[in-house]
């Protein structure tokens, strides 16, 4: 297939974007290269793309309509894996209106290059945040995801809403995928592994938000996206199941669909920090906190309708996940 992967040079987009390369698709990367953390690493990341053939570059901004176009005119996509986004949400409290550029804005350019060049299909990040204040464990994608906690989350949440709108009138395919807790190597700075690695090696404390008593559903990478490719193949049709007198987000009359994907694991950040430390050979010095605004006690993510719909099975545990990140921090940084 030829696929675009905007956010090309991003965590999960570049790890995408080398799997398609490696079954043989062609790939065309979009990417704005933002300093919202070290561009070095996005560098880096795409610097073992650019040598494959069938891999092309652009750099741009999702809300710069005239360079995406550009981009979809120059490429002429089968298919669109939208990954690009602002990410964090506590830096969705410091600058909200990157999050409408980004998210928003440049999302609906997203939609409108998909839905004037007959993109196949559409699979779009959006994320565990949309839960916000639902309690009720695990999280499935049935219920309610109205009360979200932070900027961030009230954008992801309105991307589900903005593609079922396209799905519903322009017959766009689209598949949402709510990611959980993504980890591995080539990882995003501003995340906790990453964060608390660094830190230990430099003998230096690690904050510990909730006195480490909350609990996430760490995904690791490859099974992040092996998902992602698995739900790219499969392009939703409307569901026969749905049921306007009892509605669900998840499904529609429309080519509609949203999935859950995560490791179906949740694990309290203090056993996440007791392996770091283990693979590290390091105790660390722990700063006890209380939960910080716009984060969530706990996630636990149901993939029950992922593995159904798609075969989809996580199956990499923290301690090997944790290891190949240690390893991989240190050859990358020589530390």
């Known amino acids: ?165 396209y799905s519903h009138l322009f017959g766009l395919p689209t598949t949402g995928l709510r990611f959980f807790t993504v980890y591995g190597p080539w990882g995003r700075p501003d995340m906790a592994l990453f964060l608390f690695t660094r830190k230990i090696l430099a003998g230096e404390p690690i904050d510990v938000f909730n006195n480490g008593q909350h609990t996430r559903d760490f995904t690791y990478i490859d099974d992040i996206v092996e998902g992602i490719i698995r739900t790219l193949d499969r392009v939703p049709g409307p569901d026969p199941l749905y049921n306007p007198m009892q509605p669900t987000p998840a499904s529609s009359t429309a080519p509609y669909r949203l999935y859950n994907i995560g490791n179906h694991q949740p694990v309290e950040l203090l056993r996440y920090i007791e392996v770091l430390e283990d693979c590290l050979g390091r105790k660390a010095e722990r700063r006890l906190l209380p939960l910080q605004p716009g984060d969530v006690p706990d996630t636990y993510a149901d993939v029950e309708a992922l593995s159904r719909d798609t075969g989809y099975s996580p199956s990499t545990p923290i301690e090997t996940g944790v290891k190949r990140f240690v390893e991989w921090y240190r050859e990358f940084y020589s530390v």
Do not use: W
């Open 1 to 165: 297939m030829r696929v675009l992967v905007t956010g090309a040079a991003g965590f999960i987009g570049s790890r995408l974007s080398e799997r398609l390369l490696a079954r043989g698709d062609d790939v065309f990367g979009f990417d704005n290269m933002n300093a919202y953390y070290d561009p070095r690493l996005k560098e880096a990341r795409l610097a073992k793309l650019l040598p494959h053939d069938r891999f092309g570059f652009v750099q741009g901004s999702l809300e710069d309509n005239e360079a995406l176009t550009a981009a979809f005119d120059k490429f002429a996509p089968e298919r669109v894996v939208n990954l690009a986004a602002q990410a964090g949400v506590r830096y969705s409290l410091e600058n909200p209106r990157a999050y409408i550029d980004s998210n928003i804005v440049g999302f609906l350019n997203i939609l409108e290059a998909c839905r004037h060049r007959g993109i196949e299909h559409l699979v779009y990040a959006s994320s565990s945040s949309v839960y916000g204040a639902n309690r009720k464990l695990p999280f499935s994608v049935e219920d309610s995801v109205d009360h979200p906690v932070s900027m961030y989350a009230a954008t992801k949440k309105t991307n589900e809403l903005m593609a079922h709108t």
